[in-house]
């Protein structure tokens, strides 16, 4: 039987990407989003996938959605926690606020969705679940302290609950892409961004379909002896 995965944030950007993918390879994908109906209507219509509408950083609205998808297609066992925001600004403009969405959306999140779907996954004992880090959680960036501190706690998250899934044969991994040519990175200011594009050795933004590459990789049912590790696709950008 297909096995039912779960993409946060999947209806668009890497997550649309990722979400391609992992029906590809035979995946029952359902994609989630948090806003944007139009974009997920029309993925929906584009591609058959299932869409489904809730926040990921918010428990009991995870809750409920876990509840449905499992009743629907059955137990999640490939959750990939890509739903991703960024508030930018210096920390002397930064308010409460900004860092409070930020560190809820991205973070939060993959306690949420780890959490209502962790259980169902050792009983199986099969799981992979993917979190969708960054480079600016690995080397910090200008501008970002919420975003950086909430990816960069995505990887210590993955390699501490890595530990516990392991012996139940749940791979818990991180991918932390580079800047990707996304709406998000689209939102940087233009002389920053060419900047930024200066510094990456291999002389341009990452696409949509390099991360999600590195995303079907990991949650193949074969790749059953990576766990707790991080896979930068950057483009060079940061070896870590
Ligand atoms: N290092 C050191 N100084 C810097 C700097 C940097 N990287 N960037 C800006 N500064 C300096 C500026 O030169 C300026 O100095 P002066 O006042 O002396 O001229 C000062 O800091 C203020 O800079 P700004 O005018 O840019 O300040 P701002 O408040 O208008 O904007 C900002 C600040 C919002 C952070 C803006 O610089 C910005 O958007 N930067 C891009 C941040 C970024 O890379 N975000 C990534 C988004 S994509 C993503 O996150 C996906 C992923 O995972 C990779």
Not at 73 to 80: D, K, R, T
């Amino acid at each position: 039987m297909s096995r039912v995965a779960l993409v946060t944030g999947g209806t668009r950007g890497i997550g649309a990407e990722i979400s391609r993918h992992l029906k590809a390879a035979g995946r029952t994908v359902v994609a989630s989003y948090a806003g944007n109906d139009a974009a997920a209507q029309a993925f929906a219509a584009e591609t058959g996938i299932a869409v489904m509408k809730f926040d990921a950083g918010d428990f009991d609205a995870c809750k409920g959605a876990i509840a449905e998808i499992t009743e629907k297609f059955g137990p999640v066992e490939i959750l990939v926690n890509n739903a991703g925001i960024t508030r930018d600004a210096t920390l002397a403009k930064m308010s409460r606020d900004m860092w409070d969405a930020v560190m809820d959306t991205n973070l939060g999140s993959c306690f949420n969705l780890c959490k209502l779907t962790f259980e169902g996954m050792r009983e199986k004992k099969f799981g992979r679940i993917v979190n969708i880090g960054s480079i600016n959680g690995q080397a910090g960036q200008y501008g970002q302290v919420n975003y950086a501190a909430a990816k960069s706690g995505i990887h210590g998250f993955t390699k501490a609950l890595a530990q516990e899934g392991a012996r139940f044969g749940i791979t818990v991994n991180a991918v932390a892409p580079g800047y990707v040519d996304t709406d998000m990175v689209r939102a940087v200011p233009p002389d920053v961004l060419q900047k930024i594009i200066a510094r990456i050795p291999m002389g341009r933004l990452g696409h949509a379909d390099d991360i999600a590459r590195g995303v079907a990789f990991l949650t193949a049912d074969e790749a059953d002896f990576i766990t707790g590790s991080t896979m930068s696709i950057n483009g060079g950008q940061h070896m870590y």
